[in-house]
């Protein structure tokens, strides 16, 4: 990221637990010492293995111009299938939507 200067807005999505919160607050850190030219667009923690559906994460996600997300989430398959628009239990082949954020 620090050497990406196509990163330009940064959406965090992490789940609510230790770790979720940790990976927010380093990426939040990190972020601003290395490259305070950054935004950071959302900041948002979700239920521990409650959610299923990403497609609400999504949508947000593009509202917000994020053109990068930072996730420390163990769903971070189910991220990249909603930024892609799809439904399906595969597997994304990248995790990169193809005309929407990367999924860092």
Same mark, same amino acid.
């Given at each position: ?25 380093? #990426? ?6 290395? @490259?305070? +030219? ?8 979700? /239920?521990? !293995? ?27 398959? #189910? ?6 628009? @799809?439904? +399906? ?8 939507? /193809?005309? !929407?954020?990367?999924?860092?």
């Amino acid at each position: 990221m620090a050497q990406n200067s196509r990163i330009r807005r940064v959406y965090l999505l992490n789940q609510d637990y230790s770790f979720g919160q940790q990976v927010a607050k380093m #990426a939040r850190e990190m972020i601003a010492a290395r @490259r305070p +030219d950054i935004e950071i667009v959302g900041d948002e923690l979700h /239920p521990l !293995g409650r959610i299923k559906d990403f497609v609400p994460y999504a949508a947000k996600i593009r509202a917000a111009g994020a053109d990068t997300v930072v996730t420390g989430t163990t769903e971070a398959a #189910a991220v990249a299938r909603a930024l892609e628009g @799809r439904t +399906d239990d595969a597997a994304p082949i990248v995790p990169r939507a /193809p005309h !929407g954020p990367k999924l860092l």
